[in-house]
């Protein structure tokens, strides 16, 4: 029973693994639904590290309010629930390449030709075949040749309205935002989020994603297309598991 549960186990997790895939035979995948991003059970509040407060300073007769960066009302996002459109564009190029040759060759002989009159007592343990004076010889090549290479291109340019779900001590703002588009069968998400500061906000209301600190960007889909160019569950525990 015990080898039959095995030989079973990979059909359950692949069955697992597919529920998804069959609860949506012949419909394209279901978008998921607008909720707030701090409804989520994954959600968690950022904590960074912060300044001592300080009391904000007031001047009277002042047309100066602390903290605001114009005269006139400023249209940047600023305070929880505020939208602010993160611009994507990552353009990176990496290439490595390694080469690595050693060569090692050891000779080692030793042997008691003469010792103390003992020598002549080896055939006791030994054939008689044994010459003392060459008891080991022994000798040794090693070789080794590595190399390796890295190519690796990417080109990813988007735009997505992100939403402001928390507002540290020393100003900074966390953003967090969702897109997903659906192109026939195919679905396609964008999730970023990270911490940003106000005077990284261009006038327009946007930011570029390298002003982000503690940045996460994912772009990825499901769907169709996705499922073909998904190894098959058996071959991954092949991959895992075999060490050949």
Do not use: K
Not at 198 to 210: F, G, K, L, M
Not at 214 to 239: F, H, K, N
């Amino acid at each position: 029973m015990r080898f039959v549960a095995i030989l079973l186990l990979p059909a359950a997790l692949a069955a697992c693994g597919n529920a998804e895939r069959l609860s949506r035979l012949g419909r394209p995948p279901a978008m998921s639904a607008v909720t707030s991003p701090t409804a989520d059970s994954n959600w968690r509040p950022v904590s960074m590290p912060m300044p001592s407060p300080q009391a904000a300073l007031t001047a009277e007769n002042s047309l100066w309010r602390p903290g605001s960066r114009t005269f006139l009302r400023d249209q940047r996002a600023a305070q929880v629930g505020d939208l602010i459109t993160v611009l994507v564009s990552i353009q990176d190029e990496a290439q490595l390449q390694n080469r690595t040759q050693s060569t090692r060759t050891g000779t080692q002989t030793m042997g008691a030709a003469n010792l103390l009159g003992l020598e002549a007592s080896t055939n006791r343990i030994l054939p008689n075949s044994v010459t003392p004076g060459s008891l080991v010889n022994t000798n040794g090549t090693g070789t080794t040749n590595g190399s390796g290479e890295v190519r690796r291109n990417e080109s990813i340019t988007l735009r997505v309205a992100a939403t402001i779900t928390q507002l540290l001590p020393n100003g900074n703002m966390v953003v967090m935002g969702r897109q997903e588009v659906r192109v026939n069968a195919e679905l396609r998400e964008l999730s970023v989020q990270g911490v940003l500061r106000p005077q990284d906000i261009a006038s327009d209301n946007t930011v570029r994603h390298d002003r982000l600190a503690e940045a996460r960007i994912a772009y990825g889909g499901r769907g169709a297309l996705s499922d073909v160019q998904t190894p098959r569950y058996g071959s991954a525990l092949l991959d895992a598991l075999l060490p050949f």
